[in-house]
């Protein structure tokens, strides 16, 4: 069983940012890594979920001050994915945190949470069942590899 920090830390910075606005993805890393079998696999959940839920707060976040951020020129969310990803919140309330995990959409509805002011106790339940569920079920699938 490996326990080399650097591949624990390069899963973490990918979930990390794929879980942020920045286009970026996780699920190669974290296969790639559980087909080696040098590491426990719950650990790489683990790992991968903790990154991926800390970019969402970093999305969270954002949507709490978004009417500062909302017209620089780095700000990597159109009004139509806004708007787009607030219609989806305004449609499922708070559950639609369950969708969170889910590519285009999932990380601006943790921006409209935000911006709708979810409670950070709330969104960290919801959006944690999300990703954990998520890790947890492609890990399930890569096992079927090994």
């Known amino acids: 069983m490996g326990t080399g920090t650097g591949a624990y830390a390069g899963l973490f910075l990918a979930a990390f940012l794929a879980a942020t606005l920045l286009p970026a993805q996780s699920e190669t890393a974290l296969v790639a890594l559980q087909l080696t079998n040098d590491y426990p696999v719950i650990a790489l959940v683990a790992v991968a979920s903790l990154g991926n839920v800390l970019g969402s707060v970093v999305n969270w976040l954002i949507g709490r001050g978004i009417d500062r951020f909302r017209t620089k020129r780095w700000f990597p969310l159109s ?18 945190l369950l969708a969170s995990w889910l590519p285009i959409i999932g990380d601006p509805i943790t921006v409209a949470a935000g911006v709708l002011r979810v409670p950070l106790p709330t969104f960290l339940v919801l ?20």
């Open 79 to 96: 009004a139509e994915r806004l708007t787009a990803a607030q219609r989806w919140y305004g449609r499922y309330g708070k559950w639609s």
């Open 127 to 146: 959006v944690s069942t999300a990703k954990v569920g998520r890790y947890a079920a492609l890990a399930l699938a890569a096992s079927q590899w090994t």
